[in-house]
């Protein structure tokens, strides 16, 4: 009974002031006790916890906007790249182009020279040949002409031996 005697400031039914005025003084001590020892550094504490938070998350805000704008610059070099690519493609295509006409050319140029050289060549063997056959008539002539200086033909006779020199004459070729 004397520990609620006392928290109440009672004894026996009367009101004991003395009692009331020291625990209202043993209060005060221990809140300033507790605020200057406790209280304080419990909000330092809490105050640094806020504070590191805070930094925490503008950190993180940074690095979030730092990472988008490594994205967007990886997204636009990835870009440029494809657009260097195709532009290599393309490039590539018309130089495969261009060397396939001029392929074309040169082998239609060959084409056209062996053309003309197979032509003079042809030319000049056809000469060759009309002369040679002119050297056969010749010597055909004058084979028929000592032929018929040896002996005088009748027609028959004539005809049958422009026959035959005709005959020599194509197996001699």
């Known amino acids: 009974m004397f520990e ?36 304080k550094p419990l909000m330092g504490i809490m105050q640094k916890r806020e504070e590191h938070i805070a930094k925490e998350i503008e950190l993180a805000e940074k690095n979030r906007a730092e990472t988008n704008r490594l994205l967007e610059e990886q997204r636009a070099l990835l870009s440029q790249a494809r657009q260097e690519g195709q532009a290599l493609i393309e490039n590539a295509k018309k130089q495969a182009d261009a ?34 056959l002119r050297e056969q008539v010749a010597s ?27 005959k020599e004459a194509g197996e001699m070729r």
């Open 4 to 39: 609620n005697s006392f928290v109440l400031g009672f004894v026996e039914g009367h009101l004991n002031t003395g009692d009331i005025v020291f625990q209202l003084v043993m209060f005060i001590i221990l809140m300033l006790l507790l605020k200057r020892y406790a209280w």
């Open 99 to 132: 060397q396939r006409e001029e392929i074309i050319s040169t082998a239609r140029a060959e084409a056209e020279r062996l053309k003309n050289a197979a032509k003079l060549e042809i030319e000049q063997e056809k000469a060759k040949a009309v002369a040679a």
């Open 140 to 166: 055909l002539s004058v084979m028929i002409a000592s032929k018929v200086i040896e002996k005088e033909i009748s027609e028959k006779d004539h005809e049958k031996l422009i026959m035959e020199s005709i």
